[in-house]
């Protein structure tokens, strides 16, 4: 399990390095083509990670001197850890794909009108709920 935990931070280090390269040359790449080579290396491994998990015995620790086995994380456990941070984290890109489509909209029709300010930011701020309610999903799964 630590050689996928490995493997997907090599991935990470390698996107962030390759994109930081690629800035320093001043290079045309295709985005969609960088994108989805990285989140199909990263996928297998988390894929490896997920057949790994199903595959290997529950662990049990007990304590010395004491014949009742303490569980340690069930399953439905790490299935809730990924719930809540798949809420969040799906949540934080739509929240920045909305707020940076509705920012550029607001600027432009601000600096056409100046007395409509107040009502752009109404709705950039509406944009940016999708986060706080992916949050409070992710707080949901995890303590109730």
Do not use: W
């Not at 690629?22 to 990670?49: D, P």
């Not at 290997?56 to 001197?65: C, I, L, N």
């Not at 009108?113 to 701020?125: A, E, H, N, R, Y």
């Amino acid at each position: 399990m630590e050689i996928m935990v490995i493997l997907a931070a090599v991935i990470a280090v390698s996107t962030i390095g390759y994109g930081v390269r690629i800035m320093r040359q001043n290079k045309r790449v295709n985005l969609k083509h960088a994108t989805t080579t990285s989140l199909s290396a990263f996928s297998f491994v988390l894929a490896g990670a997920f057949v790994f998990m199903l595959m290997s015995s529950p662990v049990f620790a007990a304590e010395a001197g004491t014949a009742a086995a303490t569980v340690g994380a069930s399953f439905g456990d790490g299935l809730k850890y990924v719930a809540a941070a798949l809420s969040t984290g799906l949540a934080t890109m739509g929240t920045g794909r909305a707020v940076g489509a509705v920012g550029s909209s607001a600027i432009g029709a601000v600096s056409e009108d100046s007395s409509i300010l107040g009502k752009t930011l109404i709705f950039v701020g509406m944009a940016e709920g999708i986060a706080i309610y992916g949050m409070i999903i992710s707080i949901l799964i995890l303590f109730v």
